[in-house]
């Protein structure tokens, strides 16, 4: 299987050598493989420069926006610059973060996966974060949730869900828009990437609302909306949370932000995460 990968890359000289090496050492090498760098103003276009004098299928592109690091828009409009330099002779496309370090067969199993399961429209593996020595699990999604760092779309399911939106919450949008389209999504819990900095860490602090409008926009309505929050504020111990995300989720009522789905999917969407919360119940 052909497999492109586009990592958007904002000052991460200090990590994208590691990435990178590990992506050159893989059982199943990627055909193509396009870095943007996306205003950096440390050694970052040095470091992948001096990877793609060494591997013909590693090439690096620079994009300048803003310097403000927010989650959502930033990330995928500098995917998209990457991505549309790319021919069309691919079969998966990889948006890969530039912290991370890969297992040697990552992507030979992630074609596997892909190649036994036909219905299979997005796979891949799970996040580690180094804490006191350790690699632990990252635990800030279930592990039945293919989290935004490591994604990787079969063509056909990159097509139907219309692409990455650029906008706080691609990464669950696209996860709910493949199921949608009756994609399946399957994570496996043995393939284990390491991830060097943990998630937010850059963010900004006005950061903390935005997950507020992300349901907002995937239309979960207030009740959703409230059970969410309180049930991620309770997993990490921080009440706050719960009135942080009702707080964004009203902003993004004051504001009108435009949704990411469509009244048909926003119902689906809905009707998928009672029938989850129905499951834990009973």
Sequence with gaps: MNFYIVIPAHNEAEYIEKTLLSLACQTLLPKQLVVVDDHSTDATAK????????????????????????????????FYKGFETLDDDYDIICKFDADLIFPENYLEKVAQIFKANPKCGMAGGLLFIEKNGKWIYENIANKDHLRGPIKAYRKACFESIGGLKASIGWDT???????????????SKQLEVMHLKPTGLNYDSSARFKQGETLYKLRYGYILTFITALKISLSRKKITLLFDYLKGYREAIRNQEQHLVTNEEGKFIRNLRWKGIKKKIF
């Excluded at 949008?173 to 994570?187: E, G, M, P, S």
């Design 47 to 78: 470091v992948v420069s001096a990877f793609a004098e060494k591997h013909q299928f590693i090439k690096l592109i620079k994009t300048r926006s803003t310097d403000k690091h927010l989650p959502g828009s930033k990330v995928i409009n500098a």
């Design 173 to 187: 949008a696209d996860v709910l828009l493949a199921k949608f389209h009756n994609w399946n999504v399957i994570i």
